[in-house]
Every structure is written in structure tokens, then in C-alpha cells.
């Protein structure tokens, strides 16, 4: 399985990115993926989730700023996706670095974004990718 992550960079506060990050190799039919950020001295967060039925959850940091979506090809036995992160009116407390994460296995959606359960349980990881918003 490998995920491959690409968009961050630098913008200045108010502005946007989009991440992307693409998956592959991955032998299940259905995923939960997420998007986790970690600032240097903080501990990981979750920052928004999605199940590939459409479920999602934000933290409350981003909730109306952040959008999480996937794009899946059609017509193959198992999931091939490239999961995104649009950012919009940045804040300099998001500066982070920001990883991507992709298990079949289920959990609770709103807990990954609103608590320390789970956020390190994840069987596939992106290899991170820097946003940094200057004010």
C-alpha cells in the first residue's frame, strides 16, 4: 500500500491549499481515511475523516473551513482513490505538518477528530507534507 501525498506549501492567512494524497496498492473494497496534523511539540490530531460511504467528521478547529472528499476510479475490484484536504481561510495555528491515513478497519469518526482515541492506530500512513501560514 503506499500513499502518496502532494499540495502543501506556504500561503499567507486567509489563503488556501489543497492536498491530495494518492492511494494505491490497497486490497480492500472500502476505507476509512483521514487527515492528521501535527505541529513541532504537539501530539498528533485528527483534523477531518471520511468512510468511504460518505461519512465525515471535522475537528472543531476546522469545521467550516476544511473540506475532506475522495475520488475513486470506476470499475476496479478494490479501492483506488486520491483523498483530498481543501483548505480554505488559513490560520496560522494551522501550520503543521499533515499526513494522510488510510485502515479498513471501523471506527468511530467522531472520536479520531474530538479525542487522543485512536490517533496513532492506523495501518497506513502518508509521509507527511508541511503547510505553513504566515499572518
Known amino acids: 500500500v503506499q500513499l502518496a501525498e502532494s499540495g502543501g506549501g506556504s500561503v499567507q492567512a486567509g489563503g488556501s491549499l489543497r492536498l491530495s494524497c494518492a492511494l494505491s496498492?490497497?486490497?480492500?473494497?472500502?476505507?476509512?481515511m483521514a487527515w492528521f496534523r501535527q505541529a513541532p511539540d504537539n501530539e498528533r490530531e485528527g483534523v477531518a475523516i471520511?468512510?468511504?460511504?460518505?461519512?465525515?467528521?471535522?475537528?472543531?478547529?476546522?469545521k467550516g473551513r476544511f473540506t475532506i472528499y475522495h475520488n475513486s476510479a470506476k470499475d476496479t475490484v478494490y479501492l483506488q482513490t486520491t483523498l483530498y484536504l481543501q483548505m480554505i481561510s488559513l490560520k496560522p495555528e494551522d501550520t503543521a505538518m499533515y499526513y494522510c491515513?488510510?485502515?479498513?478497519?471501523?471506527?468511530?469518526?467522531?472520536?479520531?477528530?474530538?479525542?487522543?482515541?485512536?490517533?496513532?492506530?492506523?495501518?497506513?500512513w502518508g509521509h507527511g507534507i508541511q503547510v505553513n501560514v504566515s499572518s
Open positions: 491515513a488510510v485502515d479498513p478497519r471501523p471506527r468511530a469518526i467522531e472520536r479520531v477528530v474530538s479525542t487522543r482515541e485512536g490517533r496513532l492506530d492506523w495501518y497506513h
Open positions: 496498492g490497497y486490497p480492500h473494497r472500502s476505507a476509512y
Open positions: 471520511m468512510h468511504t460511504d460518505g461519512r465525515t467528521a471535522y475537528a472543531e478547529s476546522v
